[in-house]
T-cell receptor, first 114, second 111 residues
Framework: DTAVSQTPKYLVTQMGNDKSIKCEQNLGHDTMYWYKQDSKKFLKIMFSYNNKELIINETVPNRFSPKSPDKAHLNLHINSLELGDSAVYFC?????????????FGDGTRLSIL | QKEVEQNSGPLSVPEGAIASLNCTYSDRVSQSFFWYRQYSGKSPELIMSIYSNGDKEDGRFTAQLNKASQYVSLLIRDSQPSDSATYLCAVKDNAGNMLTFGGGTRLMVKP
């Protein structure tokens, strides 16, 4: 009964390819997020959606396009993958946007660009 | 640019000792503060949240917040080897839902 689940867990692909990562939460939360954690372990917000609407877009290249078909799902599509995209991508969710709502993370997708 | 600073460590403590992890933040209007634990190769796991000045205790963990000095700390009493992990401090302001993370402190508890 995983709360926030991401697929795939590992993704190895060539530079220039297009790939997608899927995320689903069964917590009934309204808000979902995508984070990128680089090799130095810094965890940075990329996008946030609330009830399927984009509310945060943190200067991410437009090769990255999130899509939220419903409030339980937030997928991430990446076009023309570059070497610098290699990282761990975490999906997270929270009950709402309020300051005291903690975020719960998925297990991460380890993306390696060859 | 909102910043959250942590000493990257590693912080090494013997088993049974108190581990003290510190975090400073730059945005004065920050209202919510979280500590996450991340084992190597795993996802961040929420262990403590604190919203008011003072101490908040939960089992072996105590979070301390001082908004005037803009720092938040985490104390781990009776440290165990299983506490060895990276501890991430995260700060959120009340206006939005953006969580800003520090770079994490790696804690090593030696038997």
């Amino acid at each position: 009964d995983t709360a926030v689940s991401q697929t795939p867990k590992y993704l190895v692909t060539q530079m220039g390819n297009d790939k997608s990562i899927k995320c689903e939460q069964n917590l009934g939360h309204d808000t979902m997020y995508w984070y990128k954690q680089d090799s130095k372990k810094f965890l940075k917000i990329m996008f946030s959606y609330n009830n399927k609407e984009l509310i945060i877009n943190e200067t991410v290249p437009n090769r990255f396009s999130p899509k939220s078909p419903d409030k339980a799902h937030l997928n991430l599509h990446i076009n023309s993958l570059e070497l610098g995209d290699s990282a761990v991508y975490f999906c997270a969710s929270s009950r709402g946007q309020g300051g005291n709502q903690p975020q719960h993370f998925g297990d991460g997708t380890r993306l390696s660009i060859l | 640019q909102k910043e959250v600073e942590q000493n990257s460590g590693p912080l090494s403590v013997p088993e049974g000792a108190i581990a003290s992890l510190n975090c400073t933040y730059s945005d004065r209007v920050s209202q919510s503060f979280f500590w996450y634990r991340q084992y190597s190769g795993k996802s961040p796991e929420l262990i403590m949240s604190i919203y008011s000045n003072g101490d908040k205790e939960d089992g072996r963990f105590t979070a301390q917040l001082n908004k005037a000095s803009q720092y938040v700390s985490l104390l781990i009493r009776d440290s165990q080897p299983s506490d060895s992990a990276t501890y991430l401090c995260a700060v959120k302001d009340n206006a939005g839902n953006m969580l800003t993370f520090g770079g994490g402190t790696r804690l090593m508890v030696k038997p």
